[in-house]
């Protein structure tokens, strides 16, 4: 065992900086020594991001869910498998809002455009929300209508599948961010 003191610590960081963050997967220039605040030992080098959200992790787990510290690995693990599960293709209703909030305020006028093309609006009804809150109003509408149909085909042998169309639809929605700024 060693102890490393504080002002040596900016140079074992250095010396042991992976070249990307071993739990997100990126590259950055923020790199910070990660440590076990139980027995207060190194574990190694991550991104400053992956740090903060260990320590949360670590706390909520610990303090809110009252859990044994040595156990939280296996639950990170039954976390990964739970959100590795085939989705249910049910919509919440604290879903659609948020797929709608980010319909307006995250999305380009154009890029609304298609994806309402893409539920089913013709291209006549779409030169008709001319203004972002009947866009809004149309996407909610349609997109309560896209989960409430039945989304999959049988092909002559009995085989199901989902719709492409459905499946691009899923795959958009998901991809909503905070990447674009919302257009007139």
């Given at each position: 065992?060693?102890?490393?003191?504080?002002?040596?610590?900016?140079?074992?960081?250095?010396?042991?900086?992976?070249?990307?963050?071993?739990?997100?997967?990126?590259?950055?220039?923020?790199?910070?020594?990660?440590?076990?605040?139980?027995?207060?030992?190194?574990?190694?080098?991550?991104?400053?991001?992956?740090?903060?959200?260990?320590?949360?992790?670590?706390?909520?787990?610990?303090?809110?869910c009252k859990g044994d510290?040595?156990?939280?690995?296996?639950?990170?693990?039954?976390?990964?498998?739970?959100?590795?599960?085939?989705?249910?293709?049910?919509?919440?209703?604290?879903?659609?809002?948020?797929?709608?909030?980010?319909?307006?305020?995250?999305?380009?006028k154009d890029d609304q455009?298609?994806?309402?093309?893409?539920?089913?609006?013709?291209?006549?009804?779409?030169?008709?929300?001319?203004?972002?809150?009947?866009?809004?109003?149309?996407?909610?509408?349609?997109?309560?209508?896209?989960?409430?149909?039945?989304?999959?085909?049988?092909?002559?042998?009995?085989?199901?599948?989902?719709?492409?169309?459905?499946?691009?639809?899923?795959?958009?929605?998901?991809?909503?961010?905070?990447?674009?700024?919302?257009?007139?």
């Open positions: 065992m060693t102890y490393i003191p504080a002002n040596k610590l900016a140079n074992w960081r250095k010396e042991n900086e992976p070249s990307e963050c071993p739990i997100l997967s990126v590259k950055t220039n923020d790199w910070v020594v990660d440590h076990d605040h139980l027995s207060g030992e190194v574990r190694g080098v991550i991104s400053r991001q992956a740090n903060t959200l260990i320590g949360k992790v670590e706390n909520i787990f610990t303090s809110m510290p040595q156990e939280l690995p296996e639950v990170l693990e039954n976390i990964a498998v739970y959100l590795r599960k085939d989705d249910t293709k049910i919509l919440h209703p604290v879903g659609l809002n948020q797929l709608t909030s980010r319909f307006k305020n995250n999305l380009l455009c298609f994806l309402l093309h893409l539920l089913g609006a013709t291209l006549s009804e779409i030169e008709t929300y001319n203004n972002v809150g009947k866009r809004v109003k149309a996407f909610k509408k349609l997109l309560k209508e896209f989960y409430e149909k039945d989304t999959t085909t049988t092909d002559p042998n009995g085989t199901q599948s989902s719709k492409g169309s459905d499946k691009q639809i899923r795959r958009l929605l998901l991809q909503i961010r905070g990447r674009y700024t919302r257009g007139s």
